[in-house]
């Protein structure tokens, strides 16, 4: 991703790319679901929608379903776009409040086009031009595989000039004064050297850690989860345009479709569980036989302490890791490119510049982790150990604050640029029950027979909207199908 974005964005005549890579090594193999933003990340790399759908066996995502995360039984939707509409100025969850106040609301998720199309299988690309419709304003994302789009990235990146080497890094050179990077050394004992040198190992960050000991933020006590056992099954017979997420005994279950097969893992804590009870407990929930054995995996949730250190940059796993509960990596990953290219550095690497840099990723990292920590301490559950640990553990001072102004009176403050909107953070404080004591006075301005009719209108429209809309199943294999 960063040496496509990179050739697309500063070409290949002033700067020369050069990309190294090991099939020994191999990558860490799973990364199948993400968020909305993929599609500008799609746009500025130029990849094209139909061919990026046919070569990376991708699904479209209108959100996530998390289900037993309240208590076990209970489920809701994450959606990728607002519930109704705001009115009187005010977000749409409060004129909503109202109604469940007086007792006459409906379930929230009948005002989410996305997340009603979700459940009922179906999918069509927004239409932006019907401005009053909330076809308008829906929004979607993809499911894919990570191992395909990788080899995409790498066929565009090659046809704009970044040259590849396939090869094992086995030592790094650095400047015996300012131990900035000289060189990287090949097994077969190739020196490749660069100005700037931007970190993409994995887990390990050979440059930023192994190297430069730049060290590492643990947040394992507010996320526990530490490992992943995955495996691939055969695909679902009807393809969900959704992610599912089932809280388990101690950690969750992923479930991603894709066109040719479908993603499991089970995200656990081996504080709580043991790698075999975890893989027994993956093997009995998959929805369809498994293609392939389980892997294991293990992290460290955190962030390194600087992203960028001397003339390195980690992006990717060497960066940070959060575990994938909101699919949030690859998205920190085109963030990171995004973040890399405003502040493209000179050979002098103004120090100050590099500061405002790691700044800013770490606090991109902390509010997504905020917004993982509430969909773990706001549970009701209690019937395990894992769960009576998330439910009483000490949480951010940051996020802290945020569900006590949302329990007080539902605001919800979007911190300069944060990810996740004040329709996502409401997805989670409503489907966690969290219960606010009142909403935006705004809310009240509209008289009761007003309101009943404006939200009986909203109702309907968001109905008909998915009556009308094809499957998910037909709508892609038509897309897929044209050229
Ligand atoms: C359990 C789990 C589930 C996940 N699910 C999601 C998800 O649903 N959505 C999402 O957005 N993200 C997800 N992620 C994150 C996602 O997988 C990663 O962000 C993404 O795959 C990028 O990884 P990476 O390139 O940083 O590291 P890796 O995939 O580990 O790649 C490292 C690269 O460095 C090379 N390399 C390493 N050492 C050397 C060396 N010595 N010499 C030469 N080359 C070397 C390797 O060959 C490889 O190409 C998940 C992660 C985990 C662990």
């Known amino acids: 991703m960063v040496a496509a974005a990179l050739s697309k964005s500063l070409g290949s005549q002033h700067i020369s790319i050069r990309l190294v890579e090991s099939e020994a090594i191999g990558t860490v193999g799973v990364g199948e679901a ?21 070569n990376t066996s991708a699904t479209f995502k209108l959100g996530i379903e998390f289900v037993n995360w309240r208590n076990i039984g209970d489920s809701y939707v994450h959606p990728f776009g607002p519930y109704g509409i705001d009115m009187q100025g005010v977000h749409f969850h409060h004129t909503w409040l109202r109604q469940k106040q007086k007792g006459t609301a409906k379930p929230v998720d009948e005002f989410s086009l996305p997340g009603l199309a979700a459940k009922a299988g179906k999918f069509q690309h927004p239409r932006p031009d019907l401005k009053s419709s909330p076809m308008a304003t829906m929004d979607y994302a993809y499911q894919f595989d990570a191992a395909l789009y990788g080899q995409l990235m790498r066929k565009v990146a090659q046809e704009r000039g970044v040259k590849r ?11 015996t004064e300012n131990q900035n990077i000289e060189s990287i050394e090949l097994e077969n004992g190739a020196l490749i050297s660069g100005d700037l040198f931007i970190d993409c190992s994995g887990f390990k960050g ?8 730049t060290g590492y933020e643990d947040w394992s006590h507010y996320l526990p989860c530490d490992r992943a056992v995955t495996r691939l099954s055969e695909r679902l017979e009807e393809l969900p345009p959704y992610t599912r997420a089932t809280a388990k005994e101690a950690g969750w279950q992923w479930r991603i479709p894709l066109q040719s097969r479908t993603g499991n893992g089970y995200v656990y804590s081996s504080q709580f569980l043991s790698d075999d009870e975890a893989l027994a407990s993956l ?17 460290k949730t955190g962030i390194r302490k600087k992203t960028w250190n001397k003339n390195v940059v980690a992006i990717g796993l060497a960066a940070g890791f959060l575990e994938p509960l909101e699919s949030t990596s690859i998205h920190l990953i085109q963030s990171a490119i995004a973040r890399l290219m405003t502040n493209w550095p000179d050979k002098s690497f ?9 700044r800013k990723t770490q606090t991109e990292y902390e509010q997504v982790r905020d917004f993982l920590i509430l969909h773990y301490c706001a549970t009701k ?32 403050y979007r911190e300069d640029l944060e990810l996740f909107s004040s329709v996502s953070w409401f997805a989670v404080f409503n489907g966690q029950n969290i219960e606010p004591k009142r909403y935006h006075p705004l809310a009240d301005i509209l008289d009761d027979e007003k309101l009943e009719i404006r939200m009986a209108e909203l109702l309907r429209a968001t109905k008909r909207c998915v009556e009308v809309m094809p499957s998910h199943e037909q709508y892609l294999k038509d897309l897929c199908a044209s050229k």
């Open 34 to 54: 993400t968020i909305p933003h993929i599609k500008y990340f799609n746009r500025l790399a130029g990849i094209d929608e139909n061919e990026f759908l046919r």
């Open 381 to 412: 559950r209690n019937d395990s150990p894992f769960w009576d640990y998330c439910r009483t553990m000490d949480i951010p001072k940051s996020l802290e604050e945020r569900i006590a102004i949302y329990k007080e009176n539902a605001r919800l």
């Open 283 to 299: 093997n009995k929930d998959l929805d369809t036989p498994a293609i392939a054995e389980a892997k294991l995996l293990r992290f």
């Open 206 to 213: 050979l440059l930023i850690e192994q190297t430069l000991k």
């Open 350 to 358: 103004n120090q100050p510049d590099i500061d405002y840099f790691n």
């Open 165 to 175: 080497t396939e090869g094992k890094i086995v030592k790094v050179k650095q400047n």
